[in-house]
Every structure is written in C-alpha cells, then in structure tokens.
T-cell receptor, first 110, second 115 residues
Framework: SQELEQSPQSLIVQEGKNLTINCTSS?????LYWYKQKYGEGLIFLMM?????EEKSHEKITAKLDEKKQQSSLHITASQPSHAGIYLC??????????FGTGTSLTVIP | KAGVTQTPRYLIKTRGQQVTLSCSPI?????VSWYQQTPGQGLQFLFE???????NKGNFPGRFSGRQFSNSRSEMNVSTLELGDSALYLC??????????????FGDGTRLSIL
C-alpha cells in the first residue's frame, strides 16, 4: 500500500490554465516536500511545508499543508510548458521513515 | 555550490555481473540516501548513510549494499545483477538525516540497463 497517495495520476492542460495536484496520507506527516522531475533526470526540490496551515509560494507555484497535516495541495497558476514534468510529494513519518507519493505527470499544451 | 553528482550517468551490464555506482553529495551534507526508480514501482528507498553509518535500509535483497566514506561520498554496489535491476538509481543528500526536516537534494541519477 502507498503511504502517500497523489491525485490525479496524470494531467493534461492547456497553457495558461490553473491546476491543482493533491497529496494525501492516512497518517500525520512530519515535513511535507514537493519535488519536480523531468523524465530520466533527478528530482528538483520545490518547497517544504512543516506546520499545519502553512502555505508557501515560488513564482507561480503555491503549496499548502492542511491543518491536520494529512494532506497537501500544489497549485500552479497560469501554467506554462516549462511546468511540464512529474510532480512528487514526499514526507517524513514515525520510525525514521520517509515516503514518496505515486507521482503526477503534468503535460502543458502550448 | 556544486550539486549532487552521480557517476556514471549510464551503464549497461549483463545478468550475473556486479556494478558500483558513485555519489558525491553537496559540500557539507552528511546524509546520503539511495533510491531505485522504475515505471512500475515508482521511487523506492534503498538505504541511507549518515556520518559513514547506515542509518536506515529499505526492503531490498542483500545483493544491494552501500557504504559512505569520511568525505561523505557514497557508493552503492549491486551484485549478481538481474534483469529486474534495470532502473534509474538516484542519490540524494541532505545536511542532517533525511527525516530531520531538511530537504533532500537529488543527483541526476545513473540509468542502469541489464541485458
């Protein structure tokens, strides 16, 4: 079973549209991380959220961690082709564990 | 500041051989973690080294091993290669242990293909 579930699994949007990716856990998360990956390459760190209710933004990407620290969302405003890739969430858990989500593949059509 | 460097970028081996992958972390980072990424299984944790000690291990057979040197560089070894070992192997480094609320920074990976 997956500790972190992401939805949707894949997303195809027209350039300029807004979109949201969700990351959900059945357990309390200790530090929630968002990464972006281009096919065949490493993961690029985007943002880290630690406190319930926390929200961070970088350029046109905003991430939020809900109050109970069991769900996070990543929102992209006015998407561009450069936003295309695979988005993964990762989180710490009890017992020195760290999990990654299943990933969301984003395609932006010019 | 240089990022995480993994060598080689691509590797082709045959079944039964062994392979060693190398990872140089960001300067000052003491934790190095290794992951295997495949289309079917996604990103799976192999092991983490912190200050030359294996801190955590994922659910992989003993054919997968690693070590960390005093300069924090790490190597991963896979013996008796199997077709199913074909994957992208990613290394990540962080200042503290990977569960210490410090982000991991990834290298570009080594693409291992087994024939």
């Amino acid at each position: 079973s997956q500790e972190l579930e992401q939805s949707p699994q894949s997303l195809i949007v027209q350039e300029g549209k807004n979109l949201t990716i969700n990351c959900t856990s059945s357990k309390t998360l200790y530090g929630l991380y968002w990464y972006k990956q281009k096919y065949g390459e490493g993961l690029i760190f985007l943002m880290m959220l630690q406190k319930g209710g926390e929200e961070k933004s970088h350029e046109k990407i905003t991430a939020k961690l809900d109050e109970k620290k069991q769900q996070s969302s990543l929102h992209i405003t006015a998407s561009q082709p450069s936003h295309a890739g695979i988005y993964l969430c990762g989180a710490g858990a009890t017992g020195n564990q760290f999990y990654f989500g299943t990933g969301t593949s984003l395609t932006v059509i010019p | 500041k240089a990022g995480v460097t993994q060598t080689p970028r691509y590797l082709i081996k045959t079944r039964g051989q062994q392979v060693t992958l190398s990872c140089s972390p960001i300067s000052g980072h003491r934790s190095v973690s290794w992951y295997q990424q495949t289309p079917g299984q996604g990103l799976q944790f192999l092991f983490e080294y912190f200050s030359e000690t294996q801190r955590n291990k994922g659910n992989f057979p003993g054919r997968f091993s690693g070590r960390q040197f005093s300069n924090s560089r790490s190597e991963m070894n896979v013996s008796t290669l199997e077709l199913g070992d074909s994957a992208l192997y990613l290394c990540a480094s962080s200042q503290g242990p990977r569960t210490s609320n410090q982000p991991q920074h990834f290298g570009d990976g080594t693409r291992l293909s087994i024939l």
